[in-house]
């Protein structure tokens, strides 16, 4: 089975940077995923780690550590538009397990 | 289709009844997975279908639940007997592996009265 936890809520202000750690105990491993979901929306893909280190994708960054069982999810130069919950979730075999998901308030 | 289609959005039944909750993936991609969520929770996993087949049905609550792929495209969840405890968002999603992520649907809110 997986095991996933991540913080339940952050805040911070606009402008600046946050991160959100994950770490995960996996039966099984190929891939680690963070997904961003606004409120009475559906999740969408944000970013996939599946090799150790950092992958840059705009103002979220997203890293990956296999030995240590951990993850972060950066997002820098926050926006308003950045308020919404976000998903660590790990794959294995052909499916994927969720976090329960950070809250991440953004405010002015 | 562009994306992943679900229907009905929202759907209100009183305990006891049937509903049949609809999946359109994204045309191409052979795998479907069906998720719950509920508030404040990250998506459960309920059942995954490659092509026509429920390749992992483990997800699945109790035999109240069933879900289809009869042309490996279309996917209908299908609840029996619903109980106030199956109220939840029911997503599906698509995709053409694992490594490719998955796209979901917006979502069907069940709400069971």
């Known amino acids: 089975g997986q095991n996933i936890d991540q913080p339940t809520e952050m805040t911070a202000t606009e402008g600046a940077i946050v991160q959100i750690n994950c770490t995960y105990q996996?039966?099984?491993?190929?891939?680690l995923f963070w997904y961003q979901q606004h409120a009475g929306e559906a999740p969408t893909f944000l970013s996939y780690?599946?090799?150790?280190g950092l992958e840059e994708k705009g103002r979220f960054s997203s890293f990956l550590s296999r030995s240590k069982g951990y993850s972060y999810l950066l997002l820098k130069e926050l926006q308003m538009k950045d308020s919404a919950s976000y998903l660590c979730?790990?794959?294995?075999?052909?499916?994927?397990?969720f976090g329960a998901g950070t809250t991440v308030t953004v405010r002015a | 289709g562009a994306g992943v289609s679900q229907t009905p959005s929202n759907k209100v039944t009183e305990k006891g009844k049937y509903v049949e909750l609809r999946c359109d993936p994204i045309?191409?991609?052979?795998?479907l997975y069906w998720y719950r969520q509920s508030l404040g929770q990250g998506p459960e996993f309920l059942i995954y279908?490659?092509?026509?087949?429920?390749?992992?049905d483990s997800g699945l609550p109790n035999d109240r639940f069933f879900a289809v792929r009869p042309e490996g495209s279309v996917s209908t969840l299908k609840i029996q007997r619903t109980e106030r405890g199956d109220s939840a968002v029911y997503l599906c999603?698509?995709?053409?592996?694992?490594?490719?992520?998955?796209?979901f649907g917006s979502g069907t809110r069940l709400t069971v009265v």
């Open positions: 999603a698509s995709s053409l592996g694992v490594a490719d992520g998955y796209t």
């Open positions: 996996t039966s099984g491993f190929n891939g």
């Open positions: 780690n599946v090799l150790d």
């Open positions: 979730a790990v794959g294995s075999d052909y499916k994927l397990s």
């Open positions: 045309s191409g991609h052979t795998a």
């Open positions: 279908f490659q092509g026509t087949g429920a390749a992992d």
